[in-house]
Each structure stands twice: as structure tokens, then as C-alpha cells.
């Protein structure tokens, strides 16, 4: 007599375990039974020691069944290089809460319905996209190296008020901002350097649009842009000096990183600030921003 025991597909499994379908698949991968290939799932030797196997299906294909009374044993994790922004909390003496708010604001990762996932931007520093097995809730994992990376170091001595009055010492790109005095007050209270950016200032301001002035850019070359807008993560330019050689080549190595970087960029001429009604507002709206 034959004494195979009972196998059920992994939907079948999941509904007898009270489980979503995609949240058991979660769980199977994250302790190693199974493996994604494309939109495929294969098993592993761990999942086949487990006692998972292929069926095969003229509606369905391949697929794979298990022991009804299957008990998923988590392997004790080894990569204690990830961290969570919990644990990235802790080390800034901060809550996770505001390490994702700095993460968002440095463009790293951005807002899901629930929970977080990773951006470009931050997948090139290692973010690593996960989600909770239970309840599909994404977050993100980082290496241990963000620890030390400039951009979040100086977010969280910005937000925290450590070395406010540290000023950068670069001598190629951002000694501009030390030669030309921000002595020019606008609405918000915002000193800037020329009356250009004190009329885009403003004009931000009365609009309503969240911005900082003089950000420096989630990256390691030493670059701070003109403003910052949180809301759609751009980044605006004002190009004066135009015709000084000097001003041209600073102009070139900023466009080139924007660029390197794939940040969104708004750029402004003079003409520009001079219809900033009819010419900012389009801009936004690139960025899904409105600005009235």
C-alpha cells in the first residue's frame, strides 16, 4: 500500500495557514525554500529537504506542492551586514521614524502606501528592497558602510544641529558659496546671495512650496544646490554670472553630476526670474508639484 504523504499546492497551503498567497511565497523565500527565477518559483535543496516537489499541470505548468502540515524553520540570519532603519536608529541615537524621514528627504527611498521602497538612488548605495512576510509591508535593508556615508552623516548632523556652523573647506566647486556674502533677506527669513534667488525665494515661499536653500546633495562630491523642494525630491539652479569663465566651469561640473546622478532639476535664467509666474509653475508641474 502506498504511504506517500498528502501534498498541496503553495496557495492551498497558505489558505490552510490563514495566509495571503504571496505572503506564504514571502516567507518560503525568505527562509530558503524557494527562489524567484523571472516570474518563476524553484525550489531549493532546502525546500526540497523540506519535502517540496514539482507537479505538473496541463492549466497550470510546473508548480510546486508541500507536506500539509509543513512547518517553516527560519535559518538563523548571517548577515548581520544589513540593517534596518531601526538599527540604523539606534547607532544615530535617533528613532527609525526620523531615519526614514531623512532617507526620504535625501531621496534614497520614498513613501509607499504602507512602509518604504527603495529608489534609484538608493538601490547604488546598496539599499536592498524586503518585505514583511505577513503583512506585505515593504522596507528597506542597508550595508553597514551607510554608517559612514557623508550624505547621511551630514543629513543627521543638519537635522540634529551638530557642526552647524561648519562650513565646507572644497576648493573646486562649492567655494563659491564662501566668496559671495548671503546678505540678502526674502520673506521667509531664507539670507540669500543675489536678488535673483531672493525673488525665487519668495516666490516659493508665497506659493506655499516647502524648500531649503543651499542643500548639500546626497553624494560624496561636495555640491550644494541653489533650493531644495522635499515634495517630488528637485533640486533648482539659478545661472547668473554667465559670462564669467570661471562661473561657466562651475555651472558645467554641477550640470554634469545633476545629470549623473538622474536628480530632477529645474534650471533658471535671468529672463526666467523675471516671469517666474508664468514659467515656475510648468516647471513644477513636471514633478507632479502644483504650485497654486
Known amino acids: 500500500m502506498e504511504t506517500v504523504t498528502s501534498k498541496i499546492s503553495t496557495s492551498q497551503l497558505a489558505k490552510a495557514k490563514g495566509l495571503a498567497a504571496r505572503n506564504l511565497f514571502n516567507e518560503l523565500a525568505e527562509a530558503g525554500y524557494i527562489t524567484r527565477d523571472n516570474k518563476e518559483w524553484l525550489l531549493t535543496d532546502i525546500g526540497k529537504a523540506a519535502q517540496g516537489e514539482y507537479k505538473q499541470s496541463s492549466q497550470f505548468g510546473q508548480y510546486i506542492v508541500w507536506p500539509k502540515e509543513l512547518e517553516i524553520i527560519t535559518a538563523p540570519s548571517f548577515d548581520s551586514k544589513k540593517l534596518s532603519a531601526?538599527?540604523?536608529?539606534?547607532?544615530?541615537?535617533?528613532?527609525?521614524?526620523?531615519?526614514?524621514?531623512?532617507?526620504?528627504?535625501?531621496?534614497?527611498?520614498?513613501?509607499?502606501?504602507?512602509?518604504?521602497?527603495?529608489?534609484?538612488?538608493?538601490?547604488?548605495?546598496?539599499?536592498?528592497?524586503?518585505?514583511?512576510?505577513?503583512?506585505?509591508?515593504?522596507?528597506?535593508?542597508?550595508?553597514?558602510?551607510?554608517?559612514?556615508?557623508?550624505?547621511?552623516?551630514?543629513?543627521?548632523?543638519?537635522?540634529?544641529?551638530?557642526?552647524?556652523?561648519?562650513?565646507?573647506t572644497d576648493n573646486s566647486v562649492s567655494n563659491f558659496r564662501q566668496k559671495f556674502e548671503a546678505k540678502h533677506r526674502s520673506a521667509d527669513g531664507h539670507y540669500v546671495r543675489s536678488k535673483a534667488e531672493m525673488l525665487i525665494d519668495n516666490w516659493l515661499y508665497m506659493a506655499g512650496i516647502v524648500h531649503a536653500y543651499e542643500r548639500k546633495l546626497p553624494i560624496e562630491e561636495d555640491l550644494y544646490c541653489d533650493f531644495y523642494l522635499p515634495t517630488g525630491k528637485v533640486y533648482i539652479e539659478f545661472w547668473g554670472l554667465e559670462d564669467d569663465p570661471k562661473y561657466a566651469n562651475r555651472k558645467k561640473i554641477k550640470q554634469d553630476l545633476y545629470a549623473k546622478y538622474g536628480f530632477n532639476l529645474i534650471e533658471l535664467n535671468d529672463n526666467d526670474v523675471q516671469n517666474l509666474d508664468d514659467v515656475l509653475p510648468r516647471m513644477l508641474l513636471k514633478f507632479d508639484i502644483k504650485a497654486y
Open 86 to 168: 531601526t538599527q540604523i536608529s539606534a547607532h544615530f541615537n535617533l528613532t527609525s521614524q526620523k531615519i526614514n524621514q531623512i532617507l526620504d528627504e535625501l531621496g534614497w527611498i520614498n513613501k509607499a502606501v504602507k512602509g518604504w521602497k527603495v529608489s534609484q538612488s538608493g538601490s547604488r548605495l546598496g539599499g536592498i528592497q524586503k518585505e514583511d512576510s505577513r503583512t506585505g509591508v515593504p522596507y528597506v535593508v542597508w550595508d553597514e558602510t551607510v554608517l559612514t556615508n557623508s550624505s547621511l552623516k551630514h543629513s543627521v548632523n543638519e537635522i540634529t544641529g551638530i557642526n552647524a556652523e561648519v562650513k565646507s
